[in-house]
């Protein structure tokens, strides 16, 4: 199956800034990717998906893009807020889950 | 979405005992789900519940150790035997639907605390 990982586990930013959260995987054949949000006591919240026929898909605020290349894709969070702070993950289609990035925001 | 439902919420167990986690969702779904997750870790997934058959465990995972239910549709089981300290953590179900998305549903998880 795939291995999929974080580069960094905690970023800190300002409100109204841009965050992105990057993602590795191991696996080329891996064909679907999502990414979650959990806040604290919280299970997984889905956020976007993106299938590997894609480069780039965007939703309310937020914007994921695979490199299918490097085998990399993140998520961009367009003026984060307060309410974004939260542990983000990708997974890959058998339910693998990254190691998670922390993202704080600061007012 | 699905509203999923998981009994107990929290729990503190004595070493060597057992505890039955249950999960409740309010629709059919196709799969079902049980993940650990340790404390500031990610989600490692433990197996999934198949309805009237046996299990599929990721390595790692034994069925003797984490014996799972699935009656029906809407309901599973999950026992985590002989408790040990290591096992303590939250334990999620999660579950996903047939609409060709892998998006999956996750309950609000369950905190065991051995000791």
């Known amino acids: 199956g795939e291995n999929v990982g974080l580069h960094l586990p905690t970023l800190s930013v300002q409100e109204g800034d841009n965050s992105i959260i990057n993602c590795a995987y191991s696996?080329?054949?891996?064909?679907?990717f999502i990414w979650y949000k959990q806040e604290s006591g919280k299970g997984p919240q889905f956020i976007i998906d993106i299938r590997s026929n894609m480069d780039k898909r965007q939703g309310q605020r937020v914007t994921v893009l695979l490199n299918k290349t490097v085998k990399h894709l993140s998520l961009q969070i367009a003026a984060t807020q307060p309410g974004d702070s939260a542990v983000y993950f990708c997974a890959g289609p058998t339910g693998r889950f990254g190691a998670g990035t922390r993202l704080t925001v600061k007012p | 979405s699905a509203v999923i439902s998981q009994k107990p919420s929290r729990d503190i167990c004595q070493r060597g005992t057992s505890l039955t986690i249950q999960c409740q969702v309010d629709s059919q779904v196709t799969m079902m789900f049980w993940y650990r997750q340790q404390p500031g870790q990610s989600l490692t997934l433990i197996a999934t519940a198949n309805q009237g058959s046996e299990a599929t465990y990721e390595s790692g995972f034994v069925i003797d150790k984490f014996p799972i239910s699935r009656p029906n549709l809407t309901f599973s089981t999950l026992t985590v035997s002989n408790m040990s300290p290591e096992d303590s953590s939250i334990y999620l179900c999660?579950?996903?639907?047939?609409?060709?998305?892998?998006?999956?549903?996750f309950g609000p998880g369950t905190r065991l605390t051995v000791l």
């Open positions: 696996n080329s054949a891996s064909d679907y």
């Open positions: 999660s579950v996903e639907y047939s609409s060709g998305s892998n998006e999956q549903f």
